[in-house]
């Protein structure tokens, strides 16, 4: 089923979902991710600080089609270190929009390709984390996604759910659960050494129906901007009125065609200090195409369609949201 926008960034967030078991599994992937370092407690992964290694630089692309990022680290130490890496990933969702999966991952160290695994997580709504007691009745990932699925309560044949589940119906679990994956490896940095590591994919994107000219002067009218569906893009009636500039331009069009690309920045602060020097470019499909997202820096414009933020010792502060919209001819 695919959604309309505003109705998407009213729901977005009440059933953000995240899953990962405590057995590692190959299976594809919805989301987009930064590197960090994590240890294992309680069946679950727990994103942990590393004191002993430092981001030299950190230089990001994303576009609809390409996430790459290029990292540099060096291990500050006189000793080898073996560290547990993790690439987590953003929630996947069920029932009320499109979701595309991460396609082509390739993972590089000094130039090399190198193997990951994943790693699935659950928890509840409440950060409860269910993952070994689901592991313990039998369930797996695809037994629970079969589960979570539009038609998965026909089946019989599923394991019993945990108590802490038994008096949840079928549709508030979908939207409850909080479901993860995680690509994971181990990676030696060698003692006071430099580390290239890289890697790229095409990212998961979240869409919708065509939004249509009606919709936009809805948006305008109810002050879309001031409300907190407008805040999780930074949304205002400039944009709005850029967009509605555009369809001015083009009258024969059929609405607006619209993506949004989640990214997580923030576990870069796991390294030892800030990043050193951080590169981020942002790519249009279009130089006609819109992009939308709150980002505390300013990014410049250095072609019609990229824009580009640089700055030494960053320190992200929150993960990226981005909407990317278009006119549909």
């Known amino acids: 089923m695919r959604i309309k926008l505003a109705y998407f ?7 953000i979902i995240s899953i990962s078991f405590a057995l590692l599994l190959y299976f594809p992937l919805v989301g987009i991710a930064n590197d960090t370092s994590f240890g294992q407690k ?11 290694i430092s981001m030299e630089y950190e230089r990001l692309y994303i576009s609809r089609e390409k996430i790459r990022v290029d990292y540099l680290f060096h291990n500050e130490t006189d000793k080898d270190i073996l560290v547990d890496i993790s690439f987590p990933m953003p929630p996947e969702y069920f029932g009320e929009s499109d979701n ?19 790693l699935f997580t659950v928890k509840t709504s409440d950060s409860i984390d269910i993952t070994q007691e689901l592991l313990n ?15 998965g309560q026909q089946r019989l044949d599923f394991p019993p759910l945990p108590v802490i589940l038994k008096e949840t119906n079928i549709d508030d679990l979908r939207f409850s659960l909080l479901i993860q994956n995680n690509f994971t490896r181990q990676q030696t940095f060698k003692a006071n050494s430099l580390i290239h590591i ?20 809805y948006l305008e009218a109810n002050e879309f901007d001031k409300s907190r569906i407008g805040s999780e893009f930074c949304i205002d009636k400039g944009f709005l009125k850029t967009l509605e500039g ?9 609405g607006w065609d619209w993506d949004t690309l989640e990214y997580i920045l923030t576990t870069g602060n796991n390294w030892k200090g800030p990043i050193k020097n951080f590169n981020l470019v942002i790519e249009k499909d279009t130089p006609e195409q819109l992009i939308s997202l709150c ?11 990229r824009f580009e933020f640089n700055q030494v010792n960053f320190e992200p502060k929150e993960d990226l949201q981005i909407l990317f919209i278009g006119l549909y001819k």
Do not use: C
């Not at 727990?46 to 002993?52: L, Y």
């Not at 009745?137 to 038609?151: I, P």
């Not at 980002?295 to 369609?305: C, N, Q, R």
């Open 9 to 15: 960034l009213k729901k977005k967030f009440s059933f």
């Open 42 to 52: 309680n069946g679950t992964i727990v994103f942990e600080r590393n004191d002993d």
């Open 100 to 118: 595309s999966t991460i396609e082509n991952y390739q993972l590089f160290v000094e130039g090399k390709p190198v193997d990951s695994e994943i």
């Open 137 to 151: 009745l039998g369930w797996d990932k695809t037994l629970l996604m079969a589960f979570l699925s539009e038609n």
């Open 198 to 217: 890289t890697h790229e994919y095409k990212p998961s994107l979240t869409t919708g129906i065509l939004i249509d000219d009606s919709e936009i002067r």
């Open 246 to 254: 555009k369809k001015l331009k083009n009258e024969k069009h059929y």
């Open 295 to 305: 980002f505390d820096g300013e990014l410049k414009k250095i072609s019609p369609t």
